[in-house]
């Protein structure tokens, strides 16, 4: 006799199975559909951010205007708006005159300066230049922007060639209040140098502390009460170290405000618990039977570990470390309290030099006015999505590389 009850109930298993693997294919396809919409936004939004338009014109380097014996001190700017102006010869009007020179950017009188300081002979001849245009032409012209001024800069574009081009400003330059200027060049290498020493603090002394945790510490209450306090460290918020790094590093040892310094230490302390945790781990994942063998034929404790246990634990370690540093170069509110919000236009020469970092970058440019600003957030977002990328891929690489399975 066939047991209809015992197959209907295996119906029903099988179809409560399915459904739920269903709802995880289902919620598996939102979060990708969501991810990339995410990602496909941010790069529309700041890929313009990485060219920029230059016009064409021929410039007359005047003497009276610019000594040879002195290049950089002459009035560039004049010379530029004065050949500018000479392709509209029908605009004469005071105001018109004024929009015609807002098309054009400061930067264009400096690299003419450079130009020129670096050929004195092309004083008294006429040099084709290639002008950099403000923000608000380069966003008409790149489509983004709908001007007001859209009849004189389609008149702008007839007379003088503009072409575009890709932005290496947007590399080599600190921050600045024109947005056609602004680059990433100081916060990267603020972040570097913040990043930099919070692995030169967080890396061996999260290491050491783990493998005295892990293999030298006797189990008692003190060490179970380290542990407890460890972990709790590794969930505090963020913002709570800054205030600690405020406090202690600004405050009572008055070290330089807006440094990387100071935001290495904060950064140091906010991913040494995670270091901590993470190694402590890699070290438990080796067999005890190899340090056992390595203690039965004679070696010390200390060579056991440092020899043993301790090379075979180096990939994971090295993984939970990267992924710590990655969320490190990606934090924020730490470094706001610790004053790494400011305007800093210069980059850093050095750890105590003023400087900022890519995310507080990204906060600051997120707040200003202007179109072009907003652009220039997504395309730092950009960058700094494929630094940590970066990071994640090397995470990965390391522990495929050197993992092993026992």
Same mark, same amino acid.
């Given at each position: 006799m066939i047991d209809l009850t015992g197959k209907a109930a295996n119906t029903k298993r099988?179809?409560?199975?399915?459904?739920?693997?269903?709802?995880?294919?289902?919620?598996?396809?939102?979060?990708?559909?969501?991810?990339?919409?995410?990602?496909?936004?941010?790069?529309?939004?700041?890929?313009p951010a990485f060219f920029e338009h230059h016009a064409s014109v021929d410039v007359m380097i005047d003497p009276a205007s610019v000594d040879v014996a002195t290049p950089a001190t002459g009035?560039?700017?004049?010379?530029?708006k004065d050949a500018v102006r000479a392709q509209f010869p029908d605009i004469t009007s005071r105001s018109d005159k004024k929009k015609l #020179?807002?098309?054009?950017?400061?930067?264009? /009188?400096?690299?003419? =300066?450079?130009?020129? %300081?670096?050929?004195p002979s092309l004083i008294g001849k006429t040099v084709k230049a290639d002008i950099l245009l403000s923000a608000d032409a380069d966003l008409y012209f790149k489509g983004i922007e709908q001007s007001d001024d859209a009849e004189m800069l389609e008149k702008f574009k007839t007379k003088l060639p503009v072409a575009k081009s890709i932005s290496w400003r947007f590399w080599t330059n600190?921050?600045?209040?024109?947005?056609?200027?602004?680059?990433l060049l100081g916060a990267i290498k603020g972040s570097l140098l913040t990043v930099g020493i919070a692995i030169l603090l967080g890396l061996p002394l999260g290491v050491g #502390?783990?493998?005295?945790?892990?293999?030298? /510490?006797?189990?008692? =209450?003190?060490?179970? %009460?380290?542990?407890?306090n460890i972990n709790n460290l590794a969930a505090v918020p963020s913002i709570i170290f800054g205030l600690l790094g405020l406090a202690m590093f600004l405050n009572f040892f008055g070290l330089p405000r807006s440094a990387p310094l100071v935001g290495g230490l904060v950064l140091a302390l906010l991913v040494l618990?995670?270091?901590?945790i993470a190694s402590r781990a890699a070290l438990r994942a080796v067999p005890p039977s190899i340090k056992e063998a390595a203690l039965g034929v004679g070696a010390s404790q200390q060579q056991a570990v440092f020899h043993h246990v301790l090379p075979l634990a180096l990939p994971g370690i090295l993984t939970g470390t990267i992924l710590g540093l990655a969320r490190a170069f990606g934090e924020t509110a730490p470094l706001l309290m610790i004053g790494m919000v400011a305007f800093i236009a210069d980059v850093p020469q050095g750890p105590t030099d003023p400087?900022?970092?890519?995310?507080?970058?990204?906060?600051?440019?997120?707040?200003?006015?202007?179109?072009?600003?907003?652009?220039?957030?997504?395309?730092?977002?950009?960058?700094l999505i494929m630094i940590l990328m970066s990071a994640n891929a090397i995470a990965i690489y390391l522990r495929r590389k050197f993992e092993r399975r026992w």
């Open positions: 099988y179809a409560a199975e399915k459904r739920f693997k269903s709802y995880g294919a289902i919620a598996l396809g939102l979060t990708t559909v969501f991810l990339l919409f995410l990602l496909a936004d941010i790069v529309g939004k700041g890929w009035d560039y700017s004049a010379l530029i #020179a807002s098309f054009i950017s400061q930067a264009a /009188a400096d690299d003419l =300066r450079d130009r020129v %300081v670096a050929d600190g921050d600045s209040r024109e947005p056609e200027l602004a680059g #502390a783990a493998i005295y945790l892990e293999q030298f /510490a006797k189990k008692s =209450r003190w060490t179970d %009460v380290i542990e407890v618990p995670t270091i901590i400087a900022t970092v890519l995310p507080v970058q990204i906060f600051l440019w997120s707040d200003l006015p202007e179109l072009a600003f907003k652009s220039k957030t997504a395309a730092a977002i950009i960058v």
